[in-house]
C-alpha cells in the first residue's frame, strides 16, 4: 500500500524527470518557476509545507526541496 509519502516522492521523481527532458531540448525554465509548479501540483496535505516554502526570502532550488 502506498503512503502519502511514497506518492509525493513519486511526484517530485517525475517532476525531475521532466526537468531532465527540458534540459535536453535547450529549454531554458528559471529555477523560481520550477519550485512554483511543483509546490503547486502538491496533494492539498502538503498545503501548509507549500505556503511555508513560499514564505521563503530566498526561494530555494529545485534540489534542496
Not at 502506498?2 to 517530485?12: A, M
Not at 525531475?16 to 527540458?22: A, G, Q, V, W
Not at 531540448?25 to 520550477?34: G, Y
Amino acid at each position: 500500500m502506498l503512503t502519502k509519502y511514497d506518492i509525493v516522492s513519486s511526484y517530485f521523481v517525475r517532476i525531475s524527470i521532466i526537468i531532465d527532458e527540458l534540459q535536453v531540448i535547450d529549454e531554458f525554465v528559471p529555477e523560481k518557476e520550477l519550485v512554483i509548479f511543483t509546490l503547486l501540483g502538491l496533494p492539498k496535505s502538503w498545503s501548509s509545507f507549500a505556503s511555508g516554502i513560499n514564505s521563503w526570502k530566498d526561494t530555494p532550488t529545485f534540489e534542496q526541496m
